[in-house]
């Protein structure tokens, strides 16, 4: 069977919608080189002396592992210098980052969480690069964090790649949601699945059960009912997987539905829930609502939210439509 690459896909994609130029195609082909890159340090583990803590922390407190550190400078070194890109903000860095003077500026905004789940990287357990695209203003001269305050509806693309036993590229450019996974003898990204759809009812759910003192009644209330089975309310057994990965988890639901929960935590009401909206929630919004599925903080959509803060948090509900208007009663897009 004649194999769709990476390269061939976005060409034949900037030919059939308007919404994708070869600046853009371009921006995405750095990524995916990037990713290829990443995903060949994470494979080599111990070999490679790349585990364990890089003793810094990032802006968000938490102790750096060397493949965070060398997952974000990779990504950073591939896009700086193609002329696509007006500036980068990563889940790694305080501030944004500009393009250097001596390399043309380009006409979009650059997101990233160069290696999520890297509590995982130690335990050869599945981790993730997730990244999401925007627009630049139109007629800005130097890029400033307010140029990225845009909600998740302004992305003009969205992805992850999973480093998996498989390392695969996720991708949607609003076009729905399209899977390809890395020949490493060839090192091209082949198109493996494409047009993927989440089912919209699911027996499966994904939470960190240990926080569940810490959740608001509605949800606990929610969870002990799918934790009642088919004795209980919702007349079905449900069954949990949680791998603290959030590309890996949220892989999973894309393949064989789901309902993901990062739910918001008493413990902070300033902050609700930990994961970051600009370069988590919102490109994994994007992917799920391409593929049928339903994104919410337990208010209203996620794409729809005006971000504040470049690093800020929300509580996340995503995956199978159905259980997402269930726990959250919220009604979709
Ligand atoms: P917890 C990884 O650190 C992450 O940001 C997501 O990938 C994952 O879903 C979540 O945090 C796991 O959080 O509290 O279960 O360790």
Known sequence: MKRVSLTQYLVEEQRLHQNINAELRLLIEVVARACKRISYSVSKGALGEVLGSAETENI????????????????LEANEWGGHLAAMASEEMETIRQIPSRYPMGEFLLLFDPLDGSSNIDVNVSIGTIFSVLKAPEGMNQPTEQDFLQP???????????????????????????????????????????????????????????????WHPPVQRYVDELLAGETGPRGKDFNMRWIASMVADVHRILNRGGVFMYPADLRD??????????????????IVEQAGGAATDGKGRILDIPP??????????????????????????
């Open 60 to 75: 968000q407190g938490e102790v750096q592992k060397k493949l965070d550190v060398i997952s974000n400078e990779i990504l």
């Open 152 to 214: 998740g509806t302004a992305q003009v693309a969205a992805g992850y790649a999973v480093y998996g036993p498989q390392t695969m590229l996720v991708l949607t450019t609003g076009n729905g949601v399209h899977c390809f996974t890395l020949d490493r003898e060839m090192g091209s990204w082949v198109l493996t699945q494409s047009d993927m759809q989440i089912p919209a009812s699911t027996k499966e759910f994904a939470i960190n059960m240990s926080n569940k003192r810490h």
């Open 269 to 286: 009401p300033q902050s609700p829930g930990k994961l970051r909206l600009m370069y988590e929630a919102n490109p994994m919004a994007m």
């Open 308 to 333: 504040t803060k470049l690093h800020q948090r929300v509580p996340v509900f995503l995956g199978s439509k159905e259980e997402v208007e269930v726990v959250t009663g919220y009604h979709g897009a």
